[in-house]
């Protein structure tokens, strides 16, 4: 084996990063939202990056896998499988994660299990071992996965309903604020899509929001993700409200059930990040055509690889395809933007979170032009470390003293609101 490409060393370095007080179901986001940056650097001396949620049940899982990896072949990523199994739920890693623990606020996508959050941490494994492969090769990582089917990705603005903050976006909380929002997206980054996220205020308000964008900007795709926060009845007459403005409706009630009954009584598509998020719950939402688009996410579903497999069971059933957006960074919208590029079934604009986010790790950012990313034929992810950023980013983690190491956005809204629930309509 060529020792160029053994691994030699793991670095995990969690970092807390700047984040405005965007709202959604599950409350506010705090000040500062924990990743984990994962390197890995072969014997040859060269190093690849990943990204992936930072709280401290993924650290637990990450540090295992990180000891376990060196001496491995980078291009041994289906073995990054077995070194790191499930915690079970009654160790410290497995604390919280049990079968059905509500909502993962962290990204919003159903319940938090062991199995998905080891996903989420193999899939910076992953990502990281492709970057240094693709390094080591002069490929990019378009190249390892198959090829590139387009040479740019196409994204959405994401719109969200937020408070006032030291950002320089101000408050958005009615829908000439949400417009104003979009309006600026649409002038800095050519966004021709737009995505509001929803389950914030009552839905008649939300509608009204939705039918404000589509004066505005007449023709263009519209979504809206009130992340399971309404009943059957409400999702429907939301559907009925919107049904010749909406590109499509995400996860309006939680669980296959209740989208099947939706999907059985409106023609309007629905897209799901939250009850199909993992192979296991495929059969029974297509058997009961309860999603039309499915948004993968690499992170949710344990790397590039995995995300390719999902979008050749969603071309199979006739399903369609988008992509799913965390709060992430420079190191995950390459990867996005290189898995995307392989992708011949994504006919909707990805998910990002990116621009609302001040802070990086790498150089030079990411530039959107007329709503799309440029897809790097650079080898690797095609994105370079700002060591400088990542020390100061990781240094502010070490020194946290405002519990921000673990995202809970409902424990966020409550510092302001001691009494508020999540809304249910």
């Known amino acids: 084996m060529d020792a160029k490409l053994i691994v030699g060393e793991v670095r995990l370095t969690p970092i807390l990063v700047s984040d405005p007080p965007l709202l959604n179901t599950q409350g506010v986001h705090q000040p500062y939202t924990p990743r984990l940056v994962v390197e890995v650097v072969t014997r040859g001396g060269v190093s690849g990056l990943g990204e992936t949620y930072g709280d401290g049940v993924y650290l637990d899982v990450a540090r295992p896998l990180a000891e376990a990896l060196p001496g491995r072949s980078v291009t041994d990523v289906n073995a990054l499988f077995e070194p ?26 159903g319940v938090r299990t062991a199995e998905k959050l080891r996903l989420s941490v193999v899939s910076a494994f992953e990502t990281a071992c492709l970057d240094a492969l693709g390094r080591t090769l002069g490929l990019p990582v378009h190249a390892l996965l198959g090829g590139k089917v387009r040479d740019e990705v196409e994204y959405s603005a994401y719109l969200f309903y937020k408070w006032a903050g030291t950002d320089a976006w101000g408050a958005a909380l009615d829908p000439a604020g949400i417009v104003a ?40 795709p519209l979504r809206l993700d009130p992340n399971g926060a309404w009943s059957v009845e409400t ?3 939301v559907a009925r409200e919107l049904g010749d403005v909406l590109e499509y ?54 790397g590039l690889h995995r995300t390719r497999e999902l979008a050749a069971l969603c071309r199979t059933y006739g399903v369609g395809l988008s992509m799913h957006s965390n709060t992430h960074l420079g190191i995950s919208l390459a990867a996005m933007t290189q898995v995307a590029a392989t992708l011949p079934g994504l006919r909707h604009a990805c998910d990002t979170h990116y621009p609302w986010q001040t802070e990086d790790v790498v150089t030079p950012r990411p530039v959107f032009r007329e709503g799309r990313l440029r897809v790097s034929d650079a080898p690797g992810l095609g994105v370079e470390p700002d060591r400088g950023a990542l020390a100061v980013l990781h240094r502010r ?15 966020a809204i409550r510092t302001t609101h001691p009494n508020w629930t999540p809304n249910h309509w």
């Not at 983690?397 to 424990?411: K, S």
């Open 181 to 220: 929002q979009a309006r600026r997206f649409d002038r800095e980054y050519g966004f021709r899509s737009f995505k509001l996220k929803g389950g914030v205020f009552a839905p008649d308000r939300e509608v009204a929001t939705i039918r404000a964008l589509a004066r505005e900007f007449p023709g263009r």
């Open 235 to 237: 999702s429907l007459a």
């Open 397 to 411: 983690w070490l020194e946290d003293d405002g519990g921000y190491r673990d995202r809970d956005d409902a424990a």
């Open 249 to 302: 409706l995400e996860d309006p009630a939680i669980g296959i059930a209740a989208m099947a009954e939706i999907a059985a009584r409106t023609d309007v598509p629905l897209a799901t990040n939250m009850c199909v998020t993992t192979f296991e719950e495929i059969p029974e939402a297509f058997a009961e055509h309860a999603v039309r688009i499915v948004l993968c996410d690499h992170h949710y579903w344990g």
């Open 84 to 109: 790191a199994p499930p915690p079970d739920a009654d160790t410290d890693a497995g604390a919280g994660v049990g079968a059905d623990t509500g909502v993962d606020a962290s990204g919003l996508r």
